[in-house]
Structure formats: structure tokens, C-alpha cells
């Protein structure tokens, strides 16, 4: 019992170092991937049809205290082509921190190949350059209290804030290329005097490229990296390789600079609904442990095809 209360300890002072210092978690491979509004706006609206996305990471894990993140969001173009909306929470939890988020997001698209903006017969994929805005609040936790430090005075009181936030995204997707730019929320640092929190900007660049293996088109091939800077840390770079198979199976793997491992698989179990599952191993922190997570992905009308 006193091991684990130990562990709680360390885990809880890391999560507060990470939350006062580096703002948020970079999203795991499985949510940049399959739930990008939570990064970029720009994304609102990008499928013709209503998509549904659930990532979870580290449920599974059985240290208390380890890191735990959930997100949801619904995604829409609609009554205009060129106008996309989503609305979503997600919640992240490290020791005795709580961060929750509520979003909505708005974006803007310009369709350069009129032709070609209904896709391919693999996925809704349009030719757009894409502008977007989200604005929502942040509720940010810290029940320091819990660790029973009584010597030490910056453990004795719990910090609550709530904070808004505003954020932008701009996005270039065409046949083969994408590419991304976003700052989620810019508003952090400008509320840490008044939420007595020291939360900095966080911002996030990506690249991708899609390609088929043979004039078949059954294998594609998705090859990716996801940029994340914060004031006061290094630069931190994933990257990615996903491979989908027909629309039945999907896999894949990345490298993360802060020497972490992430691993996903999964299927399609209809048109309509995917499941994958998600692996993320840190080589440098033994206190943090391998990680797995989930992702339930819905997508109405035409579905994946």
C-alpha cells in the first residue's frame, strides 16, 4: 500500500510539472490521426457525412494515478459545402490533475478542384485549402490536498479555474499532400495570473503523404509528422506511418523525439464503424507505463467508402 501511494506521489508532482510547464499532452498517435479537430478547426467539417470519434488512452493501465485521456467529438459539413462545424470535450487526467476542454469549431473551405471535391472511392477527401476557429473553456484541476504533503505549503491549497478559449487552424489537403498549422488555445497564458496556473500556448504543424502500393489501389499508404512547440521546451516531432488495407484493416506505427513508441491496429467491422486499438511505450520515464487506448470511430450516410 505504501509503494502505491508513492507512486501516486511521484506521478502527481511529474503531472503537475508537466501541466504548469508544458501545457498539455501532445495527442497520441491514435488521436491525431483519427480525431484531428481536437488540434486544428480547420478539420470542422471535413467529411460530406456526420463523423463520430472516441479516443481513450491509458483506462487500461493499473497504476493509479498514471495518465488517462478521453475525447469525443462530432464533426458536420453542412447545409453549405464550404461551411464545416464540430463541437467536442476531452478530459485528461495525470495523478491529481484534471484538465477538461469544451470546444466548438468553424471552418471555412475553398474547393481549388471543383472536379475532384467529393473524393476518392476510398475516403471522403476533397481537394480544399481550409480556414478555421474554435472557441470553448478549459476547467483545470489540481487537488493538491490529496497528497497529504502537510510539510510543504505549496501542496496545502487545490487550484480550480475555469478559463475560455480561442483557437485557429489553417489546412491544405489536395490528391496526394496535406498539411497543417494550428494554435488551439491562445488565450493560456494571457488567464495565468488571474486561474494561478502557468499554462503556455501550445502550437502544432503537420505534413502527410498518401500513396497506393500498385494501380490496384488496395494498399494506401500514409507516412506523416506532427510538429508540437511550447514556450520554455524543446521541439517535439512524431512520426508516422499508417497503412489501410481496402478499408477492412488498418495499421501502423511511430516515433516520438521524447523516445516513445506508438503501435495501432484495428478493423472495420462495417461501411460505417471502425474499432482500433493503440499502443504507446515510453523508453526514458519507468514511472509512466505502457500505455493502451481505444479508438470507436462512426461515420454516417456513405460511411468509409
Not at 511529474?14 to 508544458?22: D, G, P, S, T
Not at 487545490?158 to 499532400?177: E, M, Q, T
Request: with cysteine; net charge negative; glycine share 8%.
Amino acid at each position: 500500500m505504501k509503494s502505491k501511494i508513492n507512486i501516486v506521489i511521484a506521478l502527481s508532482i511529474i503531472a503537475i510539472f508537466l501541466n504548469r510547464i508544458y501545457a498539455q499532452q501532445t495527442p497520441v498517435f491514435s488521436s491525431y490521426n483519427y480525431n484531428a479537430v481536437l488540434i486544428n478547426p480547420a478539420h470542422a467539417g471535413y467529411y460530406s457525412d456526420i463523423d463520430i470519434a472516441m479516443t481513450s488512452n491509458g483506462y487500461f493501465n493499473s497504476i493509479d494515478g498514471s495518465p488517462k485521456s478521453i475525447d469525443l467529438s462530432v464533426n458536420k459539413l453542412t447545409w453549405s459545402e464550404k461551411i464545416g462545424l464540430a463541437a467536442g470535450i476531452s478530459h485528461d487526467q495525470i495523478g491529481v490533475t484534471h484538465t477538461t476542454n469544451f470546444f466548438t469549431s468553424y471552418s471555412y473551405k475553398i474547393y481549388y478542384d471543383s472536379d475532384y471535391k467529393y473524393g476518392k472511392w476510398w475516403a471522403y477527401d476533397p481537394n480544399i485549402i481550409s480556414f478555421g476557429v474554435t472557441a470553448g473553456a478549459m476547467i483545470y484541476d489540481e487537488n493538491l490536498s490529496e497528497l497529504g504533503l502537510e510539510n510543504d505549503p505549496e501542496f496545502q491549497q487545490d487550484v480550480h479555474s475555469f478559463a475560455p478559449a480561442l483557437g485557429v487552424g489553417f489546412l491544405y489537403n489536395c490528391d496526394k499532400i496535406y498539411f497543417g498549422l494550428s494554435a488551439p488555445n491562445l488565450l493560456n497564458e494571457a488567464f495565468n495570473s488571474k486561474n494561478n496556473t502557468n499554462l503556455k500556448n501550445v502550437y502544432y504543424s503537420y505534413f502527410g503523404y498518401k500513396f497506393f502500393t500498385n494501380r490496384f489501389e488496395e494498399v494506401l499508404v500514409n507516412p506523416s509528422i506532427l510538429l508540437k512547440y511550447v514556450e520554455g521546451a524543446p521541439l517535439q516531432a512524431d512520426f508516422n506511418l499508417l497503412i489501410n488495407y481496402k478499408n477492412k484493416l488498418e495499421f501502423g506505427g511511430g516515433y516520438r523525439t521524447s523516445n516513445t513508441l506508438n503501435l495501432l491496429a484495428g478493423f472495420h467491422i462495417s461501411d460505417n464503424f471502425r474499432v482500433i486499438c493503440t499502443y504507446n511505450k515510453s523508453f526514458d520515464n519507468v514511472v509512466i507505463p505502457d500505455t493502451f487506448g481505444l479508438v470507436l470511430n462512426v461515420r454516417l450516410g456513405k460511411g468509409f467508402e
